[in-house]
Each structure stands twice: as C-alpha cells, then as structure tokens.
Nanobody, 115 residues
C-alpha cells in the first residue's frame, strides 16, 4: 500500500504561483511513476504532469511551460510548481502513484485562481 497526502492548494490571483506537495508513505519502493491530475467542476479528471522513475517528465499542453513536476527522494515527496496561473487552472489537484499494477490516489487539494 502507498499513502499519498497533498498540500499547498489555496486561492491565488491570476498570474500568481503555487507549489503543491505530495508526501508519499508506505511501500514506496519501486514506484513506477508519480503524476498530478486535476478535476474542475463538471469536468473529467485530466492528467497534468508525469514524473517517471527514470526522471522523464510529461506535461499536458495546457500547462506546458508554466508547471514543473519534481521530486525530493530524501523526503519521499513530489511537487508541482505552478506559475502564471490562470482561472482555468481552478480545480482539485490529485497526486497519483503507479506501482506495478496498482494505482494510488491522494485526497486532493483545491486550487482556485481568481481573475
């Protein structure tokens, strides 16, 4: 089992920045990838960014150049640095871990961007 806890969400004005954190605990050995997803009201959950165990990254087109996913192995944490935020970035952001054939989710953290 892997437990994930997100933090760092909040209310920010358009153009501002936030850094989301995801603390992982439990059986975190050999996690294949860590991801950030988001879900806006009335919309499907969408993939935002991926960080693989080999340190490869992927970003959705909508956040490319503005968001950065990174990790701190010593702290068992993954981060999402979000810059130049837009109102359309408003959503609940979820941390996700893939380990073998299992997928784990955090509880989510709300990000609200005001215009």
């Amino acid at each position: 089992q892997v437990q994930l806890v997100e933090s760092g969400g909040g209310l920010v004005q358009a153009g501002g920045s936030l850094r989301l954190s995801c603390a992982a605990s439990g059986n975190i050995f050999s996690i294949n990838s860590m991801c950030w997803y988001r879900q806006a009201p009335g919309k499907r959950r969408e993939l935002v960014a991926i960080l693989t165990s080999g340190a490869s990254t992927y970003y959705a087109d909508s956040v490319k150049g503005r968001f950065t996913i990174s990790r701190d192995n010593a702290k068992n944490a993954v981060y999402l640095q979000m810059n130049s935020l837009k109102p359309e970035d408003t959503a609940v952001y979820y941390c996700n871990a893939v380990k073998d054939v299992s997928v784990y989710w955090g509880q989510g953290t709300q990000v609200t961007v005001s215009s």
